[in-house]
């Protein structure tokens, strides 16, 4: 699977941002997708995701404020980010996981920096 991520900017404090993220196959032959994000000298985190029945979940600093979406027909998984913090500042990652026969296979987009200031 490739995932191609884009959205990303520099936004003021309170402000919001939309990410996207398109994949190569059906999103519906995808188990989870979800959006990971990695400040500087910080290991990567889960944001969001969502499984292939809807199911979303979200890590507590987003709850509230975050929410991952998708667009079967676009072939896309959003991330509706609103009243950003400066502790938002990460690059974010797109992941898709699949689940088959044979093993699990994770893929990863090339990332789109967030940039919050205070």
């Known amino acids: 699977v490739q995932l191609q991520a884009s959205g990303g900017g520099l936004v003021q404090a309170g402000g919001s941002l939309r990410l996207s993220c398109a994949a190569s196959?059906?999103?519906?032959?995808?188990?989870?997708l979800g959006w990971y994000r990695q400040a500087p000298g910080k290991q990567r985190e889960l944001a969001a995701d969502i499984t292939r029945s809807g199911s979303t979940n979200y890590a507590d600093s987003a709850k509230g404020r975050f929410t991952i979406s998708r667009d079967g027909a676009k072939g896309a998984v959003y991330l509706q980010m609103n009243d950003l913090k400066p502790e938002d500042t990460a690059v974010y990652y797109c992941n898709a996981v699949r689940v088959a026969v044979g093993g699990r296979y994770s893929s990863w987009g090339q990332g789109t920096l967030v940039t919050v200031s205070s």
């Open positions: 196959v059906s999103i519906f032959t995808i188990t989870v």
